[in-house]
């Protein structure tokens, strides 16, 4: 875990001034350096521990609100306003940071690989940015985002038909290390608006988990990928789980632009909708008494979500399932 890359904001939300968010639970003060670099260090002056995201940027380097102190991107002290004679040593905890494709990345470690960012990276596609904050846990979300039996009632008429026609459906399940996926099949069109509006035919989808907490949709039609959606998620608090998503479809001669002008926007009002869900939910659980809840029969990605999330392999790896579900 220490050594996997996780999204914490988008580039374009690091201005001029730094940048608080929180990563593994502690405050991270991000900040470009003098060559324009991201830098990322604690959230905290070693003096009277200030937030440095309180102060600003000066010549690269964070300066603390409270002194003045000022550090480095590589969190060592770099001024002491007011010091008369050489400076003492201090520094403050720095992270591994990365920028890729529109988002900033943090490691606890140091990663040897570039972080993974979606996928269609490397390939030619429209690509649109979104971010989300839901009170839930990072299990709870991620199931969300890959459960296909909950848009019938969350999603009804944006995702699903408002009709209650179902299609039967084919589903495998299949998994390696840091990663497990369920795979449908028989759906040929769904009926929702966002699906009659930008997919047409489908041939298959596909719900997949990886390690640290990244979960994927990706919609196929008979000449490949036509909707793929890539979100980071992480738990920045026990009751807080934040996103940085991809939204992503071929260019098909220009009219892929005039698609993602409806996509982002559509794909907001899902993501309230299960925002809700998710919130509501929580907050029910809240109250007496304590319980765990049900995995069901068409949970197929739960277990081994959990699995993943403990370090251990999921039993899709070793035994894949398949199902046959109304869908």
Known sequence: MSDQWQAVALSRAL?????????????????RDGQGKVAALHDRCPHRFAALSDGRTRNGEVECPYHGWRFGADGRCTAIPGLVGSLPHYRTRRF??????????????????????????GQDVIVRHVTSSTRSTLIDTAENILD?????F????LLRGLSAKRYTVAVEVTGGPGWVEARYTGEDRAQ?????????????????YRHPGI????????????LATTF???????????????LMGPKQGGLGYLKALAFKPMFR???????????AALENARHAPVAKPVIGPLDFLREDIARIQAGEVPLAAATPRRFQIEL
């Open 15 to 31: 201005g001029r001034k730094p940048k608080r968010v929180f990563f593994a639970g502690v405050p991270v003060v991000l900040f």
């Open 96 to 121: 591994a940071v990365a920028e890729a494709e529109g988002a900033i990345f943090l490691s606890e470690g140091t990663p040897e690989k570039a972080p993974y960012v979606h996928c269609l990276q």
């Open 148 to 152: 296909a039996t909950h848009t019938h």
């Open 154 to 157: 969350t999603h009804k008429g």
């Open 192 to 208: 929702g608006v966002i699906s009659k509006l930008l997919e047409g035919e489908r041939v298959t989808t596909v719900g997949r």
């Open 215 to 226: 979960a994927e949709l990706e919609y196929w039609g008979p000449k490949g990928i036509v």
């Open 232 to 246: 980071h998620l992480r738990q920045t608090d026990a009751h807080t789980v934040e996103g940085i998503g991809w």
């Open 269 to 279: 009002i899902a993501l309230e909708q299960d925002r809700r869900v998710l919130s």
